[in-house]
């Protein structure tokens, strides 16, 4: 041992020394390192735990955004379908009241025109007569012979003699 | 002139059916009203006989005979002139008056057909 250069008190102490040492380092070192790790290892896994419930609740939640999406876009659909029945009714409702307003005023219209022209016709009908009888009494008035004048008194009188009689 | 000429062939022919026309209308005037005449024409003793032309003398007394033997009594007939009666008599006796004017006919024939 000693050829070697190995002195056993050295190394004996030296033995001392490590134990001392390796209980020292297993007591202030290598445990808290462990219980870190431990620590560590627990909250790593309390993580993904916590980021499994997470994205199982990510999902739940996508799935009911997806539900609430797909039931407004129903909604929206039946919505839209309404209006379109809604506009479509009450653009039938505005042709036919637009027909109807148009009829009543064509028929009022035409009342009216008929009526002016009835006006007309009767203002020139009267016009006409007037016209006539103004000329009738100045060519009669030329025409008549003084004979024709007392056959008329002649009638006349004889008129007047035979209403008596009867 | 010969547009006058027809004129006036055309106008004679109206004149003529407005004529017999114009003395059954006074006719009945006459029958329909001569009691009421009679009537009315109590105690009048002027009428009033309005003419196109004036009356020749025996046309005044056939007039006033008939007045007469109608009325009953005697009454003095004013004659008057009135041209623009065209012909034909109108007499005024008080409140009754009969018309048998030209005149008047042509005015009836005007506002049957609405020429007011």
């Known amino acids: 041992m000693e050829k070697l250069g190995i002195q056993l008190p050295m190394l004996l102490t030296q033995i001392v020394n490590f134990t001392i040492m390796l209980l020292l380092l297993t007591k202030f070192l290598y445990k808290p390192i462990l219980k870190a790790l ?3 290892k627990e909250k790593i896994s309390q993580g993904l735990i916590y980021a499994e419930k997470m994205q199982a609740e990510e999902e739940k939640m996508l ?4 539900e609430i999406l797909q039931k407004t876009h129903l909604e929206a659909k039946k919505i839209i379908d309404q209006a379109k029945k809604d506009a479509t009714s009450v653009k ?13 005023m064509k028929a009022k219209m035409e009342n009216d025109l008929n009526n ?6 009767e203002e020139m009908s009267q016009k006409t007569v007037k016209v006539a009888a103004e000329m009738t ?15 008329m008194i002649e009638k006349n009188l004889k008129n007047l003699e ?3 009689e009867k | 002139m010969k547009n006058k000429s027809v004129d006036k062939h055309i106008f004679q022919e109206a004149f003529d059916l407005m004529n017999s026309e114009r003395n059954s209308v006074f006719l009945d005037e006459l029958e329909n009203k001569i009691s009421e005449a009679v009537l009315k024409t109590k105690g009048i003793e002027e009428a009033l006989l309005y003419s196109a032309v004036e009356l020749s003398k025996d046309e005044k007394n056939k007039f006033e005979k008939t007045i ?10 004013n004659y008057r002139i009135e041209p623009k009666l065209l012909g034909g008599l109108r007499i005024h006796l008080g409140d009754w008056k009969i018309d048998g004017t030209l005149i008047y006919q ?5 506002r049957s057909l609405g020429g007011n």
């Open chain 1, 92 to 104: 039938s409702e505005i042709l036919a009241q637009g027909k109807l307003e148009n009829e009543e």
């Open chain 1, 162 to 164: 035979n209403s008596h």
């Open chain 2, 106 to 110: 042509l005015e009836r024939l005007k």
């Open chain 1, 116 to 121: 002016k022209l009835n006006e007309m016709s």
């Open chain 1, 38 to 40: 431990k620590e560590r």
């Open chain 1, 137 to 151: 009494k100045k060519l009669l008035a030329d025409i008549i012979t003084p004979a024709q004048q007392h056959q």
């Open chain 2, 68 to 77: 007469f033997q109608i009325l009953k009594h005697e009454v003095k007939v």
């Open chain 1, 63 to 66: 799935k009911k955004h997806e």
